[in-house]
């Protein structure tokens, strides 16, 4: 057993280690003081706990899902050959830009086409009151557009999902080694509902392939139902 002094040292270490501000690294962790209610595309487990007076808005909304049926959910999607985007990449510098703001609890990633039909998913920062906050400019992986754009790109698009809501905590989990490029993986669920999986960017390895993820962030909440205002 570790002497009291060494165990004071290493909760103190700990401490310091999660003291982290958004301008050095991932956002903080806050405590959620509701159940999150999880779309209804999302796996079982996540929606254990939910109730009508549940917030669907708030820092726990979304959890994480085994790989195995992560990679199913994206064979379900990419079975479609004419499907030609299957992932979109977002900087970690403009997701903590959104996740910096004090009123934010988490990003709406919202499906949009562009005026060469091209997919995208834009994020946006959301309150607790499911409020979208908005912003001078929307990144895109072609480079920022203007916020009059993005709301048309937006319009554009006519799927039956508009949009994908995240807690704060989601990206937390994402960057608990430090922040980086969130890849977003299209799926379909087991019930043909569309899914968005984040999960980490990671770097090539030798044999020129990206290793394989070994879990994905889903259980998001869906617009519809759960729409930002």
Same mark, same amino acid.
């Not at 002094?5 to 959620?32: D, F, G, H, R, W």
């Not at 309150?127 to 072609?142: K, L, P």
């Given at each position: 057993?570790?002497?009291?002094?060494?165990?004071?040292?290493?909760?103190?270490?700990?401490?310091?280690?999660?003291?982290?501000?958004?301008?050095?690294?991932?956002?903080?962790?806050?405590?959620?003081?509701?159940?999150?209610?999880?779309?209804?595309?999302?796996?079982?487990?996540?929606?254990?706990?939910?109730?009508?007076?549940?917030? $669907?808005?708030?820092?726990?909304?979304?959890?994480? #899902?085994?790989?195995?049926?992560?990679?199913? &959910? +994206?064979? @379900? %999607? !990419?079975?479609?050959?004419?499907?030609?985007?299957?992932?979109?990449?977002?900087?970690?510098?403009?997701?903590?830009?959104?996740?910096?703001?004090?009123?934010?609890?988490?990003?709406?990633?919202?499906?949009?086409?562009?005026?060469?039909?091209?997919?995208?998913?834009?994020?946006?920062?959301?309150?607790?009151?499911?409020?979208?906050?908005?912003? $001078?400019?929307?990144?895109?992986?072609?480079?920022? #557009?203007?916020?009059?754009?993005?709301?048309? &790109? +937006?319009? @554009? %698009? !006519?799927?039956?999902?508009?949009?994908?809501?995240?807690?704060?905590?989601?990206?937390?989990?994402?960057?608990?080694?430090?922040?980086?490029?969130?890849?977003?993986?299209?799926?379909?669920?087991?019930?043909?509902?569309?899914?968005?999986?984040?999960?980490?960017?990671?770097?090539?390895?030798?044999?020129?392939?990206?290793?394989?993820?070994?879990?994905?962030?889903?259980?998001?909440?869906?617009?519809?139902?759960?729409?930002?205002?």
């Amino acid at each position: 057993m570790l002497p009291k002094t060494n165990l004071k040292m290493a909760a103190l270490a700990i401490a310091v280690a999660m003291a982290y501000s958004c301008t050095e690294q991932a956002i903080p962790v806050e405590t959620a003081q509701r159940t999150a209610v999880p779309s209804s595309a999302s796996v079982d487990n996540a929606r254990k706990g939910s109730s009508e007076n549940t917030s $669907t808005f708030n820092v726990s909304v979304g959890a994480p #899902i085994e790989s195995t049926t992560g990679e199913r &959910w +994206i064979s @379900n %999607y !990419t079975k479609d050959t004419s499907r030609s985007v299957k992932t979109y990449t977002i900087k970690a510098e403009a997701l903590n830009k959104i996740l910096c703001d004090k009123k934010c609890v988490g990003i709406s990633l919202s499906y949009a086409q562009d005026h060469q039909k091209r997919l995208h998913v834009l994020p946006m920062g959301v309150d607790g009151e499911g409020r979208i906050i908005s912003a $001078t400019a929307v990144y895109t992986q072609n480079g920022d #557009i203007s916020w009059k754009a993005a709301k048309s &790109w +937006i319009a @554009n %698009y !006519t799927g039956p999902v508009q949009s994908h809501f995240f807690g704060q905590n989601t990206f937390q989990r994402l960057w608990v080694n430090g922040n980086a490029d969130v890849v977003i993986t299209f799926a379909l669920d087991d019930n043909n509902n569309p899914q968005l999986l984040l999960a980490v960017a990671t770097p090539t390895g030798a044999s020129g392939k990206v290793s394989a993820q070994s879990k994905f962030e889903d259980a998001s909440a869906a617009c519809p139902p759960a729409c930002p205002k």
